[in-house]
T-cell receptor, first 111, second 112 residues
Framework: LAKTTQPISMDSYEGQEVNITCSHN???????ITWYQQFPSQGPRFIIQGYKTKVTNEVASLFIPADRKSSTLSLPRVSLSDTAVYYC????????????FGRGTSLIVHP | KAGVTQTPRYLIKTRGQQVTLSCSPISGHRSVSWYQQTPGQGLQFLFE???????NKGNFPGRFSGRQFSNSRSEMNVSTLELGDSALYLC???????????FGQGTRLTVV
């Protein structure tokens, strides 16, 4: 069961780049790394998923080192609307395992 | 395309009653997972269904059960409700293993 560790909270300012790191020391060979964003009283929203190296989409980048024991979600030029809780999930959803969300990182973006 | 739909959005029940929550996944998605979210415990996995079969189950008592129909719609049932069952119940659907999962808005259950 891959456990994840993230910072509890982070603060940033509009226009800055934000990097949130997640530790997952016992990640399994066939595990993917997925990041979700959640606003209050809403369901989590998929941001990005990767297996190794770097993945980029229109909203974020995901950096995964060679040992895959950690991953970093990078949000370029954040805005106030990026204030949310960000979860790192190892393994993905579906399949014969128990998905474990950590407590997430509460990101607050200030004007 | 339509997203994951959960009904009802809000529910108030009395201790000891039972409740059934519904989840309609995105068309074509065969995997449906259920989660409980509380301020104290965070997001906890309840169970996952794929093609009408429960594929995995989290660490919850037997009062929590679910099922999936042939059209992939899923229901979750909680019997003998306890105050501690008050939570946001979330459903997520995905096409298959390790693919992007989409969550519904959730059902806010309050047990009084």
């Amino acid at each position: 069961l891959a456990k994840t560790t993230q910072p509890i909270s982070m603060d940033s300012y509009e226009g800055q780049e934000v990097n949130i790191t997640c530790s997952h020391n016992n990640i399994a060979t066939n595990d993917y790394i997925t990041w979700y964003q959640q606003f209050p009283s809403q369901g989590p929203r998929f941001i990005i998923q990767g297996y190794k190296t770097k993945v980029t989409n229109e909203v974020a980048s995901l950096f995964i080192p060679a040992d895959r024991k950690s991953s970093t979600l990078s949000l370029p030029r954040v805005s106030l609307s990026d204030t949310a809780v960000y979860y790192c999930l190892v393994g993905g959803l579906g399949g014969s395992y128990i998905p474990t969300f950590g407590r997430g990182t509460s990101l607050i973006v200030h004007p | 395309k339509a997203g994951v739909t959960q009904t009802p959005r809000y529910l108030i029940k009395t201790r000891g009653q039972q409740v059934t929550l519904s989840c309609s996944p995105i068309s074509g998605h065969r995997s449906v997972s259920w989660y409980q979210q509380t301020p104290g415990q965070g997001l906890q996995f309840l169970f996952e269904y794929f093609s009408e079969t429960q594929r995995n189950k989290g660490n919850f008592p037997g009062r929590f059960s679910g099922r999936q129909f042939s059209n992939s719609r899923s229901e979750m049932n909680v019997s003998t409700l306890e105050l501690g069952d008050s939570a946001l119940y979330l459903c997520a659907s995905s096409f298959s293993k390790n693919t992007e999962a989409f969550f519904g808005q959730g059902t806010r259950l309050t047990v009084v």
